[in-house]
């Protein structure tokens, strides 16, 4: 299995920014993509934005693209999640994740999964 991890969640006020990290640790020969979800209480798990690993396509959820930027270090098995002019909506848990398929958007998709960080946007 991939063990992954998460960082760099926290409080930030509307407009602010913030940087998203998953490292990954194991094997990830399965891997196709790597994505990002998140998740507010009482809301479903909503795909944010993913990457093929070996390609570096990318894909974003329509209420983060042009704010959102994906990317990834393959010598550093890590992942990012550059976050810009961040508004109260944005408020979840993110957590990253991977798949073997090509740049999937479904959660089902998704095999290994991080802890999670939280990200909370004031008014």
């Known amino acids: 299995q991939v063990q992954l991890v998460e960082s760099g969640g926290g409080l930030v006020q509307a407009g602010g920014s913030l940087r998203l990290s998953c490292a990954a640790s194991?094997?990830?020969?399965?891997?196709?993509?790597m994505g990002w979800f998140r998740q507010a209480p009482g809301k479903e798990r909503e795909f944010v934005a993913g990457?093929?690993?070996?390609?570096?396509?990318?894909s974003y959820a329509d209420s983060v693209q042009g704010r959102f930027t994906i990317s990834r270090d393959n010598a550093k098995n890590t992942m990012y999640l550059q976050m810009n002019n961040l508004n109260p909506e944005d408020t979840a848990v993110y957590y990253c994740?991977?798949?073997?398929?090509?740049?999937?958007?479904?959660?089902?998709?998704?095999?290994?999964w991080g802890p999670g960080t939280q990200v909370t946007v004031s008014s």
């Open positions: 994740a991977t798949s073997p398929y090509a740049l999937s958007r479904t959660h089902t998709d998704f095999t290994s």
């Open positions: 194991g094997r990830p020969y399965s891997t196709w993509t």
């Open positions: 990457i093929s690993w070996s390609g570096g396509r990318t």
